[in-house]
Nanobody
Framework: QVQLVESGGGLVQAGESLRLSCAASGRTVSSSSMGWFRQAPGKEREFVAAISWNGDRTYYADSVKGRFTISRDNAKNTVYLQMASLKREAAAVYYC?????????????????WGRGAQVTVSS
């Protein structure tokens, strides 16, 4: 079993940066693909970014490409999401997820473990 805990959320102004962290415990996720999703009020959970088990491959939603960076430190069992040039539409609860299978995964159904989320609020 894997427990995931997100941190680093908060209130920022549009154009600013924020870094989210996802700490895993219970079982190492060093061999797991990891992903970030977000869900705004009244909307479905959407894919943001994914990273392979060793970090050699990453994939981003078009809406964040070039501004968000996903990375991982397997020694710390932690995954990060660096968000730059934040826009108001980025406001959402951000969820970290771990998969049981390898590969770059972009659908929520592909992930087995989820954190409780971190709120990101972007003001104008």
């Amino acid at each position: 079993q894997v427990q995931l805990v997100e941190s680093g959320g908060g209130l920022v102004q549009a154009g600013e940066s924020l870094r989210l962290s996802c700490a895993a415990s219970g079982r190492t996720v060093s061999s797991s693909s990891m992903g970030w999703f977000r869900q705004a009020p009244g909307k479905e959970r959407e894919f943001v970014a994914a990273i392979s088990w060793n970090g050699d491959r990453t994939y981003y939603a078009d809406s964040v490409k070039g501004r968000f960076t996903i990375s991982r430190d397997n020694a710390k069992n932690t995954v990060y999401l660096q968000m730059a040039s934040l826009k108001r539409e980025a406001a959402a609860v951000y969820y970290c997820a771990a998969a049981r299978v390898p590969g770059i995964l972009t659908t929520p159904q592909a992930y087995a473990y989820w954190g409780r989320g971190a709120q990101v609020t972007v003001s104008s």
